[in-house]
């Protein structure tokens, strides 16, 4: 993803080290009550109260999805030691280790934009909108690396149908804490912070939209994005946001982070797709972590049932 300095590393170098840290001890913070400012009836209001997910507990009840592939799950010390995170570090390894005392409570979100249901929520509220789910997705990062998770959460569009979009909206935008005293790389430049991702609401209303707090069946680890991010596993790793605190509905495209800094490089779309190289690179390949041999990249990193959602549009153009 990098642009300057030397973090653009060929997919052919990549090589995850099995580094095994400990595993991070969450900071659970005391629950917070929540600055709930709300008008009328409130999201909050149908949360179904039996889920509990403390920073540091298992997840209890999750449902096994239909939607996960059968493939083989990489690793839980590969996933949780080789990160993009920029608002951390640059390099994939530190992460892990400076994400650490990260504190995700009390946290909150915060909804607007074109709603009816304009509101700021606890993330301990949003958790139990909906029943857990664990969804084994493919994951493929721009830079040619891949994995397969377990995550644990719900459809995105069960908190979006709870928001109440307008007639209106017609794209959603996700926002990252900008917290530099907490995050050693938001206190330098390289991304323009807080770092933003935006999808079409039909996208994000889309099945296999994943709204997630959790992964191999515990709550979500810092360098992986807690309390809460979204997983879009047709796309470029760079979609799918960290650490949300804010969810904006528009009428307009939302100018996300990537797109912003190289234009001709990460669009907003950013659908995997073989057969339209990175400027830079080919995506025709990619390596699973703790794999050699690289495997050919599927289009929608073979999830064939969005394909709808494009009808009609030029994938080259709109990469
Ligand atoms: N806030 C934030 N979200 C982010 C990123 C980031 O730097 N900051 N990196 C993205 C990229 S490029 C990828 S590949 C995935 C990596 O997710 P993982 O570390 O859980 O595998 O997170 C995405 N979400
Ligand atoms: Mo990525």
Not at 8 to 18: G, H
Not at 125 to 154: D, L, N, Q
Request: glycine fraction near 6%.
């Amino acid at each position: 993803m990098l642009i300057k300095k030397s973090a653009v590393i060929p997919s052919s170098e990549i090589t995850p080290r099995s580094l095994y840290l400990n595993r991070r001890k969450f900071l659970a913070g005391a629950a917070v009550a929540g600055a709930v400012a709300a008008v009328g009836s409130r999201l909050d209001e149908l949360a179904t109260p039996s889920l509990t997910v403390d920073a540091d507990a298992k997840i209890d009840g999750v449902k096994k999805s239909p939607l996960s592939t059968t493939e083989k799950i990489t690793p839980y010390k590969d996933v949780t030691n080789y990160n993009n995170y920029y608002e951390f570090s640059t390099d994939k390894y530190e992460p892990a280790g400076l994400a650490k005392d990260f504190k995700t409570r009390p946290w909150t979100v915060t909804i607007d934009g074109l709603v009816s249901k304009k509101q700021v929520l606890d993330v301990g509220t949003i958790i139990k909108m909906a029943a857990p789910e664990e969804r084994i997705y493919r994951h493929r990062c721009v830079e040619g690396w891949s994995i397969v998770v377990p995550w644990v959460g719900f459809s995105l569009s069960e908190l979006i149908k709870r928001a109440q979009p307008l007639g209106k909206a017609k794209f959603v935008e996700f926002t990252t804490v900008y917290d530099p005293k907490q995050m050693p790389g938001q206190q330098g430049r390289v991304l323009d912070w807080p770092y933003v991702e935006g999808l079409r609401l039909d996208e994000a209303n889309h099945p296999l939209a994943l709204l997630c707090f959790g992964m191999y069946g515990e709550a979500l680890p810092n360098q992986d994005g807690a309390p809460l991010r979204i997983v879009v596993p047709w796309k470029y790793g760079f979609k799918s946001a960290k650490a949300i605190v804010r969810i904006r509905f528009s009428d307009s495209q939302p100018l996300n982070t990537w797109n912003k800094m190289a234009p001709n490089e990460y669009g907003f779309y950013s659908n995997v797709n073989p057969n339209v190289d990175h400027p830079r690179w080919s995506q025709a390949k990619e390596r699973r972590l703790g794999e050699f041999l690289k495997r050919p990249t599927l289009m929608f990193n073979g999830y064939d049932q969005v394909a709808s959602l494009y009808s009609g549009m030029d994938l080259k153009k709109n990469f």
